[in-house]
């Protein structure tokens, strides 16, 4: 068996609306922490045309109807876990799972009186080892 690095994906750009009642995006991804060895995922974000913060939270998948219900804020009680949940202006930050699940990162802006989009730089990058035996190695470079 060999031990591989993996990245899947390498997301550059988001733009969130500011000021309504949707203003946030989800990228929903995957962690099996069986498969997928020492998982990570990094995100660089920095907010480019405003001083107003936003919000980054990562929450199971299953939450997000609760949390879009509630209109979530870190002054109030969630009723479900928050693996992850920063305000500002710019992050530099890596997640690490301690559990298998189905995860969403949400950037979030309903919480601001800006009333204008904010552009942001966003950066993600998912990590992974994965164990892959020699003969899978083989047919990959024969095909």
Do not use: C
Request: aromatic share 14%; net charge neutral; proline share 3%.
């Amino acid at each position: 068996m060999k031990v591989l690095p993996h990245v899947i994906r390498n997301i550059n750009e988001f733009n969130i609306p500011a000021g309504d009642l949707y203003g946030y995006a989800i990228l929903y991804f995957g962690v099996n922490l069986i498969l997928m060895f020492d998982y990570r995922l990094s995100f660089d974000i920095e907010v480019k045309n405003s001083d107003e913060p936003i919000q980054v939270l990562i929450i199971s998948r299953k939450s997000v109807p609760a949390w879009k219900e509630k209109n979530f804020t870190d002054k109030q009680s969630s009723g479900f876990e928050v693996y992850y949940n920063n305000r500002g202006i710019k992050f530099n930050d890596v997640f690490r799972p301690s559990v298998s699940d189905a995860y969403a990162f949400i950037l979030n802006n309903r919480v601001s009186d800006f009333k204008e989009i904010k552009a942001l730089e966003v950066t993600l990058n998912h990590n992974w080892q994965q164990e892959v035996k020699e003969s899978q190695l083989k047919d990959r470079v024969g095909n």
